[in-house]
């Protein structure tokens, strides 16, 4: 179908479109704007399309539709494209809507805003530092206020000195208005208006509004805020300014009577520990901490424990001293802590306080928590500690852990979870470098093969993928001479087939240390047996097992043609459709 003539009047075409009763042709035609101010032109785009869209998201019935008025919020933006430099223009349009009792279509006018600002920074100091100030001093209704407060933080970074004087003027006055959802937009974005002023204004203009809404009484959504603002304030002072005007705020919010405000506190406890540094930290902080790790919500508990880690992970942050001075004595209650969530939370952490505190101290001090918390009754908690087992051995060494930890490792290898089991697996390699080949062979090794037989297949793969390292560790002489009878051990024909994969599967992980003649020697008569199994799933497996080994290692023609091509050649008419597939790949290889 032809497209519409050099007469058709695209304006008028909007025009109608949006005063469509139906609500998604109204919509689409909004959506599909660019497209108008494209055909327009920029002059009349600027002259006709602009003035039009201004009046119309003011007048009946337009101006109440929700939906239509969130979309020209989001297309105002997109029109800064198409009229030539003029985004002047569109801060009127968008004052408007940023006006609006509805929250989503405010929000929207604020980001597009912020995008055509954003684009012309020249344009705040003329156009937005006014519309924000009318903004602010409505007094009508709250809606345009709280968008004043979305705004402060990007105007005052593109304005002079005077003006910026007059915003911060403006954030104190919204700061401590009456209503409250002002009071609390104001608070929301404290932390962003600070982050673009000087320190000398934040402490002449903004600190007596940052203690006091720290301490405001009606919402802690307020007090939430405040501590999030602290994060900045406190990398922006020294640390006698600190002491004076946001340690104190921190101690209140820990015992802050709202449990969201404690943890806040907790969850970003790591963050508040660098802005302060190491030696506030050590005389004001350690003891809110501690407030924190004792805490009745299970929650705030939980987070104060998960935080230790990334602490420990700061320079010059809770140092070995500290760790036994203050956080240690914690430990024994919060491992029989009455919340599942808390325990798994400390079981954790205490791999990394391990690394932190070296062996002797957690040889005397946390190995029978370790111990405890490998046999809690709550799977998680066994989980997490048992995720670290290879740190936590390789900090007490082989002879710290043989008598004490290695028969629970062994016995959590059979634990009825099997993420449990896949866990213990992933940790096998790290323990065998560890204890080295002999206690290996006397204590794992067993437990380890076994998981190749796990009833569940990611345990079965997760044992797969690391044997190639137990492999590497203990070279090609071991691994031919000692773990390859083993494992072929394990293809047996009155086992379940899914067994007689996973070797398969197995095959090509411990082939990467041994030479192409010990392959054709040792793993090759075991794939041709494969490949007569009396089940598809292994024949096929077989066909691919033995096109990976001719791709990684060099067979040499001889032992091909000896006993892998006939086979090959044999299943190339298999009743199964998918072994002939990959015999016929396979022999592609061959013939190569």
Request: one cysteine or more.
């Given at each position: 179908m032809a497209g519409p003539g050099a007469d058709?009047?695209?304006?008028?075409?909007?025009?109608?479109?949006?005063r469509n009763e139906n609500a998604t042709i109204k919509i689409g035609a909004v959506n599909n704007l660019h497209l108008i101010a494209s055909a327009l032109g920029p002059q009349r785009t600027v002259s006709e399309l602009l003035?039009?869209?201004?009046?119309?998201?003011?007048?009946?019935?337009?101006?109440?539709?929700?939906?239509?008025?969130?979309?020209?919020?989001?297309?105002?933006?997109?029109?800064?494209?198409?009229?030539?430099?003029?985004?002047?223009?569109?801060?009127?349009?968008?004052?408007n809507l940023a006006d609006q009792e509805e929250t989503v279509i405010r929000d929207q006018a604020i980001q597009s805003l912020i995008k055509v600002i954003e684009k012309r920074p020249q344009l705040a100091p003329d156009h937005l530092?006014?519309?924000?100030?009318?903004?602010?001093?409505?007094?009508?209704?709250?809606?345009?206020?709280?968008?004043?407060?979305?705004?402060?933080p990007l105007a005052y970074r593109h304005v002079n000195a005077d003006q910026k004087q007059g915003l911060r003027k403006a954030f104190v006055t919204l700061c401590g208005g009456e209503t409250p959802m002002v009071r609390r937009a104001a608070a929301h974005k404290m932390r962003d208006f600070i982050q673009v002023c000087e320190k000398q204004d934040l402490l002449t203009d903004l600190i007596s509004v940052y203690t006091q809404l720290s301490q405001e009484d009606t919402q802690d959504t307020i007090r939430v805020a405040c501590v999030h603002a602290t994060l900045v304030i406190a990398?922006?002072?020294?640390?006698?300014?600190?002491?004076?005007?946001?340690?104190?705020?921190i101690k209140d919010a820990v015992e802050d009577r709202s449990w969201r405000v404690r943890l806040t506190v907790a969850k970003n406890f790591d963050q508040l520990c660098e802005a302060f540094g190491?030696?506030?930290?050590?005389?004001?902080?350690?003891?809110?901490?501690?407030?924190?790790?004792?805490d009745n919500e299970q929650e705030v508990r939980k987070e104060a424990v998960k935080i230790i880690e990334p602490c420990l992970k700061l320079p010059n942050h809770f140092t070995p001293e500290q760790l036994q001075q203050h956080i240690l004595p914690q430990f024994q209650a919060l491992g029989m802590d009455s919340a599942q969530s808390v325990k798994a939370a400390l079981a954790q952490v205490l791999g990394p306080i391990a690394k932190a505190l070296g062996r002797d101290v957690t040889q005397r001090q946390l190995l029978t928590l370790i111990s405890d918390l490998m046999k809690d009754e709550f799977h998680d908690v066994r989980l997490n500690i048992v995720s670290h087992a290879g740190l936590v051995c390789e900090v007490l060494g082989a002879e710290g852990l043989v008598h004490s930890l290695l028969h629970t490792v062994q016995n959590l290898i059979m634990d009825n979870h099997w993420r449990i089991r896949q866990s213990v697996v992933e940790q096998v390699p790290r323990l065998s470098r560890?204890?080295?080949?002999?206690?290996?062979?006397?204590?794992?090794?067993?437990?380890?093969?076994?998981?190749?037989?796990?009833?569940?297949?990611?345990?079965r793969q997760s044992a797969t993928k690391h044997i190639s390292e137990i492999a590497t560790a203990f070279g090609p002489q071991w691994t031919v001479e000692h773990l390859l009878p083993k494992l072929v051990e394990q293809y047996s024909e009155s086992v379940g087939y899914a067994n007689r994969v996973t070797t398969l599967h197995v095959l090509p992980q411990v082939s990467c240390v041994m030479t192409p003649e010990q392959v054709n020697q040792y793993i090759v008569p075991l794939l041709v047996k494969a490949t007569k199994d009396s089940?598809?799933?292994?024949?096929?497996?077989?066909?691919?097992?033995?096109?990976?080994?001719?791709?990684?290692?060099?067979?040499?023609?001889?032992?091909?043609?000896?006993?892998?091509?006939?086979?090959?050649?044999?299943?190339?008419?298999?009743?199964?459709?998918?072994?002939?597939?990959?015999?016929?790949?396979?022999?592609?290889?061959?013939?190569a």
């Open positions: 058709f009047n695209y304006l008028e075409f909007f025009k109608e479109e949006i003035p039009y869209l201004t009046q119309v998201v003011q007048e009946e019935p337009l101006c109440n539709d929700d939906e239509f008025l969130h979309s020209m919020a989001k297309q105002f933006a997109v029109l800064s494209e198409y009229i030539n430099g003029h985004d002047e223009l569109l801060i009127a349009p968008l004052e530092v006014p519309t924000l100030h009318r903004l602010a001093t409505k007094t009508d209704f709250f809606t345009a206020r709280v968008s004043a407060c979305a705004l402060l990398r922006m002072l020294n640390p006698e300014e600190n002491r004076q005007h946001t340690v104190e705020r190491p030696e506030l930290t050590a005389q004001k902080l350690m003891t809110p901490f501690i407030q924190l790790m004792k560890l204890f080295g080949m002999e206690l290996f062979q006397t204590k794992l090794e067993a437990i380890f093969l076994s998981s190749l037989r796990d009833s569940v297949h990611s345990v089940v598809p799933n292994v024949r096929f497996c077989a066909c691919r097992t033995i096109m990976w080994m001719m791709e990684n290692h060099n067979l040499g023609s001889q032992a091909l043609s000896a006993s892998v091509k006939p086979a090959l050649l044999e299943l190339e008419h298999d009743s199964d459709i998918d072994v002939q597939y990959y015999a016929q790949r396979a022999l592609l290889h061959c013939n």
